[in-house]
């Protein structure tokens, strides 16, 4: 295979010639690379020009907007919601990922703290991580008491039908990645220095204890997911993709001004993206 060069670029007229050029200069496995990585940018781009009308949209009409993400470490929570925030205006967006709880806090009702992050009229709220650390981290790394856990699980399901009633929408994601695949990406930052500060001696507990931290989500999903409240799945295993198709639920369950004006679709794509349900096939 030969190299680009000047001429190369001289003799294209548009992108199908540019793309034959490519095709006839680079291994394959290569061109379908940079094909793939070119059209995630192009659907990102039109994606988050969809979000920006959603914005406009919540901010216009008071409505407070809650977007949960969970899941295991190194799913792609964080990554996923640079994507979502990247071009929204900062006066009415924030993203909350709170640290450990203080002594005080400690001391205080469990939902007291996240309470003081829910959206005000017009706002959309981004959780990195949320109340659900009780539910799975939480009891996984011995960081509450069964009985904490036990009066959580019975409160959270009331907690959450009183935000519903009050006119709070939370959208509840969980990011699911595949055993193997969060291992690969654990090596990645590690041997990444500009990575390596997301690694933490809890990440490598995850692998460890991979079972029982599946038995308490399995828990989670089962006593959590409601019809006011449901839980969505994303598989993750393909960061873009999640990326892609998260932001496109989070389109689709809205009927904004402009929607569908940047020409792509909005509907997610269903086996990326699933509703749980107790029989539906898992990766985590």
Request: proline share 4%; with cysteine.
């Amino acid at each position: 295979m030969g190299s680009l060069n000047e001429k190369d670029f001289q003799i294209c007229s548009d992108t199908s010639a540019f793309k034959k050029v490519l095709n006839s200069k680079l291994e394959p496995k290569k061109y379908a690379s940079i094909l793939e990585g070119v059209h995630y940018e192009t659907e990102l781009l039109k994606l988050q020009a969809e979000l920006v009308d959603l914005q406009q949209w919540v901010a216009k009409h008071k409505k407070r907007v809650c977007v949960i993400f969970e899941g295991r470490d190194a799913a792609g929570k964080g990554g996923a919601i640079r994507r979502f925030t990247e071009h929204l205006n900062p006066r009415s967006m924030r993203v909350v990922a709170l640290t450990k709880p203080t002594e005080v806090e400690q001391g205080q009702w469990y939902f007291r703290r996240y309470i003081k992050e829910l959206p005000e009229p017009g706002e959309l709220v981004f959780f990195d991580r949320s109340w659900y650390n009780r539910a799975v981290v939480e009891p996984v790394m011995g960081f509450c008491t069964d009985e904490q856990y036990k009066k959580y699980m019975v409160q959270v399901p009331e907690f959450e039908h009183m935000l519903y009633e009050d006119g709070v929408i939370i959208i509840k994601f969980w990011f699911s990645i595949s055993k193997d695949e969060q291992l690969r990406r654990f090596n990645s930052r590690l041997a990444n220095p500009l990575k390596q500060w997301k690694f933490s001696p809890v990440d490598k507990e995850g692998q460890k204890r991979w079972d029982l931290y599946t038995d308490y989500k399995e828990q989670m999903f089962s006593q959590t997911h409601t019809s006011f409240s449901p839980w969505i799945i994303i598989k993750t295993n393909n960061k873009k993709e999640a990326r892609l198709e998260s932001i496109r639920h989070v389109l689709s369950k809205f009927e904004y001004d402009r929607k569908g004006s940047s020409k792509t679709t909005i509907l997610p794509d269903p086996n990326v993206v699933q509703r749980y349900h107790r029989l539906i096939t898992r990766i985590d």
